[in-house]
């Protein structure tokens, strides 16, 4: 059987008829005054911005690959901003949230490499706002990420961590009959019993606390967990499995979707402007950071639309 594409089952949120009652749903259920004239209003801007998202992923695939990060980057930027008009019904209220909100140093230094850079999140701008209104994380200004932490976000290249960094960075976990259950590995990694490992899940996450054996801990997600709500856990979209940051430090990481856009901001900038480093890596292959480069761009063109429609279908569900 023929598989529907992500932008095929997209179409559904490309009608202005429907946008505008699913919209004033969500804006119903957020109590914002005048529902159904901001959603006449906005529902013309949710197509557009779906079908530009759309436009950039179909040309991407079809682009060489030095320059998908800017197609991608700019495909998710309006997928995102989609996404903004289900919460925030006035974006964009003011040009500062339009900017990209992410710094990088412009000029790269001598002996670059990609997994060490790191980006900087400022005051305003799309990163900022995205994170507020639709992952409720706030004060995120002056928070820095390197390349590497920022691909551990990513299940489907932990792989490459272990071939090539000789390091297990996720394990996997098994979520069935809404109940997550975690090998007693994980604790040990953390240096936490199972017992313990349970309360801090239980106090940060809201995971229920369930029991646990000699090898496996469960535990109870809250009721809003999916794949793209999922933390601690990321939602493998190759395997349809979750699986668990193997350090501690990493599981109050950012969500998978707020790593991919980060990703994509510096790949996008190296791609405009480090050309004579962004074609020598593409051309000589020369260290591992191609490798981790090309495995991301192949997942994020498949990813972040994907999570686009799980976000708008659970919307839909909930309304």
């Not at 009608?15 to 159904?36: D, G, H, I, R």
């Not at 901001?265 to 890596?281: A, D, G, K």
């Amino acid at each position: 059987m023929m598989k529907t594409s992500v932008w095929n089952q997209l179409k559904s949120y490309q009608s202005t008829e429907t946008v505008q009652k699913f919209l004033e749903k969500s804006y119903k259920k957020n109590q914002q005054t005048a529902p159904a004239e901001l959603s006449y209003q906005n529902s013309y801007p949710f197509v557009y911005h779906l079908k530009h998202a759309e436009n950039f992923y179909l040309s991407s695939a079809c682009a060489a690959l030095p320059v998908q990060p800017m197609l991608l980057f700019y495909g998710m930027s309006q997928l995102m901003k989609a996404c903004i008009l289900t919460a925030d019904p006035e974006y964009p209220a003011t040009s500062s949230v339009l900017a990209h909100g992410v710094s990088t140093r412009k000029r790269k230094k001598q002996h670059y490499r990609f997994l060490q850079d790191e980006v900087k999140i400022q005051r305003n701008g799309l990163f900022a706002h995205t994170a507020s209104h639709l992952f409720k994380l706030e004060h995120v200004e002056n928070d820095k990420y390197t390349m590497h932490e920022l691909l551990k976000r990513i299940p489907e290249i932990s792989d490459l961590f272990t071939r090539h960094k000789q390091k297990n960075v996720h394990f996997r976990t098994k979520y069935e009959n809404k109940q997550l259950h975690i090998p007693v590995e994980a604790a040990a990694s953390y240096h936490m019993t199972p017992g313990r490992l349970l309360e801090y899940f239980d106090y940060h996450f809201q995971l229920s606390r369930g029991n646990h054996s000699e090898n496996i801990i469960t535990c109870y997600p809250p009721d809003h967990f999916s794949a793209f709500y999922s933390l601690p856990f990321l939602y493998n979209g190759q395997t349809g499995e979750y699986t668990l940051p193997a350090s501690m430090n990493d599981l109050a990481g950012l969500p998978e979707f707020m790593a991919h856009y980060l990703l994509l901001y510096n790949l996008s900038m190296i791609s405009r402007y480090e050309t004579e480093w962004w074609y020598e890596l593409m051309l000589s292959h020369s260290q591992d950071d191609y490798v981790f480069i090309v495995r991301f761009l192949e997942v994020t063109k498949e990813k972040i639309p994907q999570f686009a429609l799980m976000f708008l279908n659970e919307l839909w569900e909930k309304g």
